[in-house]
């Protein structure tokens, strides 16, 4: 028996196990150096954040359900659904015109950063604010850039953040207060 | 916590390929995407590689369903993407070794001696999966999953260890003890391992 046989017959083994198996978000390895593969998917994720600005402006609000800025109402609350011991310092982000700013300060401890933001009410209730395949990029600290798309009705997107990183995500669209948000991310 | 990506149900994307509208395709890419897109990244680690595996993936499930009906769609894919990678990988590094003629040459004897065919070749893998289901069914849930998540999902043990909160040394062992009992396991059934 050869090893790639073995290899071939795990392949095959019983749904079950793979599914008990699934790491949480099914979080990719990251690619060693600035691939032009990266590149690309830098540059995709650039086009569709843009795209997704100019339709909101050119009156596609009404048709996606997305409030205008000034309905919008500041300061919802962030709080952080627990895993590995994540302890986040993120009490509010702040929403401003348009291009809402989600700002997080947070003190990442654990392995993982999954974090529910919205108002008290709407937390847990997932409603849908951005159209689907929305685009989001997040700049940390020192400068690298972070991106997700928000796909259904859960943002699940990846993040890549340090212990005590800072992350600001700039959103296409406005953040309305009665939406919950949820976003996984790793601790790299 | 489990994350997943929500989306439409398994059932209504699977009566899609029976109906054989293209919009399978598309629901299968958003729900589980990311899911293949991870398996595929930890075998290959090329982008280019991965894109064409995920194409390979769309392609391989609108032509396997029908006449298969998976009830859990995200595994069906996810082998299937395993499978695509893995043939990626063996071809890339066959050509790798001698412009792919070391993998000629051994085809070539391979011929002299007598090839199993390809209905045996299955068979026996299948009865080696067998086996392997009846093993991983009699072990503990934590080394069943750190198992897995190494030779199923190939991740590095160091991201194992911070999935399940172990140290790497603990999933070291763990991996050591799982493969020996495995060893153990087959030869009992008949296995020359």
């Known amino acids: ?188 | 916590m489990r994350k997943e990506t929500k989306g439409m149900e398994d059932s209504r994307i699977v009566e899609m390929y029976w109906d054989r509208d293209e919009e399978a395709i598309r629901q299968s890419e958003k729900k589980y995407g990311r899911y293949c897109g991870a398996i595929a990244h930890n075998i290959l680690f090329n982008r280019a590689d991965e894109d064409e595996c995920l194409n390979d993936t769309w392609i391989g499930a609108w032509n396997s369903i029908p006449p298969q009906r998976p009830e859990k769609l995200g595994p069906y894919l996810g082998k299937i993407t395993r499978n695509a990678a893995l043939n990626m990988y063996e071809k890339k590094h066959a050509e790798k070794r001698g412009g792919g003629q070391t993998a000629l040459a051994l085809d070539e004897l391979a011929e002299v001696i007598g090839k199993e065919s390809d209905a045996e070749k299955q068979a026996a893998l299948a009865d080696l999966t067998d086996s392997i289901n009846g093993f991983l069914r009699h072990i503990e849930k934590d080394a069943r999953v750190i198992f897995v998540q190494r030779y199923w999902y190939m991740y590095s043990v160091e991201e194992i260890a911070k999935f399940n909160g172990f140290s790497v040394s603990k999933v070291k062992m763990s991996l050591a003890r799982t493969r020996e009992k495995l060893r153990v396991h087959l030869e009992e059934e008949g296995y020359t391992v």
């Open chain 1, 1 to 188: 028996m050869k090893e790639n046989d073995i290899i071939k017959a795990i392949g095959n083994i019983d749904d079950s196990f793979i599914e008990e198996a699934a790491p949480n978000g099914f979080v990719k390895k990251k690619s060693p150096g600035f691939t032009l593969g990266l590149m690309g998917r830098w540059a995709g994720a650039f086009a569709v954040f843009v795209l997704a600005a100019v339709l909101v402006i050119n009156g596609i609000r009404p048709f996606t359900g997305v409030k205008k800025a000034e309905d919008v109402s500041p300061d919802p609350a962030i709080t952080s659904e627990g895993t590995d011991g994540v302890s986040v310092n993120a009490p509010q982000f702040e929403t401003s015109g348009k291009d809402a700013v989600f700002e997080l300060n947070g003190n990442f401890t654990g392995d993982e950063l999954a974090l529910i933001a919205g108002t008290d009410s709407s937390l847990g209730e997932k409603e849908t604010f951005l159209t689907d395949k929305t685009v989001f990029v997040g700049t940390l600290e020192d400068g690298t850039q972070c991106w997700g798309e928000y796909e259904g009705n859960l943002l699940n997107c990846l993040i890549l953040v340090r212990e005590n990183d800072e992350i600001k995500l700039e959103f296409a669209e406005p953040v309305p207060a009665d939406t919950a948000l949820e976003i996984a991310g790793k601790v790299e």
